[in-house]
């Protein structure tokens, strides 16, 4: 079975820490996987937040998520301290990738948890259609 390996960036714009909350947990007592996404939501709202916008309105473009893989590495249980390490890239006409990498942090050790890639197009709410990426979206968030 092929399985998803995502190409990261060498580097990464922004670091943020996102709470595990005990309602990420899992019958086997651990983040489910379908919560690393919501995690990942959380960390791309703090990024977007950071830059000055927000999904709804990102210079002018509301953003809409068209596809995600995730790369899962290691466990995460509540109490973890997470870090996600984010970028912006592989911009297009209508859209981007975010890289996301997740780290469980202990002291000064840090394992990978997870990798994801979501990749965001531009969209017009109102005329619900894709709409053309702002080049100020480039401008901030691909900013390296």
Same mark, same amino acid.
């Given at each position: 079975? /092929?399985?998803?390996?995502?190409?990261?960036?060498?580097? &990464?714009?922004?670091?943020?820490?996102?709470?595990?909350?005990?309602?990420?947990?899992?019958? #086997?007592?651990?983040? *489910?996987?379908?919560?690393?996404?919501?995690?990942?939501?959380?960390?791309?709202?703090? &990024?977007? +937040?950071?830059? *000055?916008?927000?999904?709804?309105?990102?210079?002018? /473009?509301?953003?809409?998520?068209?596809?995600? #893989?995730?790369? &899962? @590495?290691? %466990? $995460? &249980?509540?109490?973890? +301290?997470?870090?996600? @390490?984010?970028? /912006?890239? %592989?911009?297009? +006409? !209508?859209?981007?990738?975010?890289?996301?990498?997740?780290? @469980?942090?202990?002291?000064?050790?840090?394992?990978?948890? /997870? $990798?994801?890639?979501?990749?965001? !197009?531009?969209?017009?709410? %109102?005329? @619900?259609?894709?709409?053309?990426?702002?080049? %100020?979206?480039? +401008?901030? $968030?691909?900013?390296?």
């Amino acid at each position: 079975m /092929a399985r998803i390996r995502l190409s990261m960036p060498g580097k &990464f714009i922004f670091t943020t820490e996102v709470p595990v909350r005990i309602t990420d947990l899992n019958y #086997g007592g651990h983040v *489910g996987n379908d919560k690393i996404l919501t995690l990942i939501h959380e960390a791309r709202m703090l &990024f977007l +937040r950071n830059a *000055g916008y927000t999904e709804m309105n990102a210079a002018g /473009a509301s953003l809409i998520m068209a596809d995600v #893989g995730i790369e &899962f @590495k290691n %466990e $995460l &249980f509540y109490g973890d +301290r997470l870090q996600v @390490k984010i970028i /912006a890239a %592989e911009f297009t +006409r !209508v859209g981007f990738d975010i890289f996301y990498q997740l780290e @469980k942090i202990s002291g000064d050790q840090s394992s990978i948890i /997870a $990798l994801a890639k979501t990749g965001m !197009v531009c969209y017009n709410y %109102e005329q @619900k259609k894709v709409t053309s990426l702002p080049e %100020e979206l480039i +401008r901030t $968030l691909g900013a390296s």
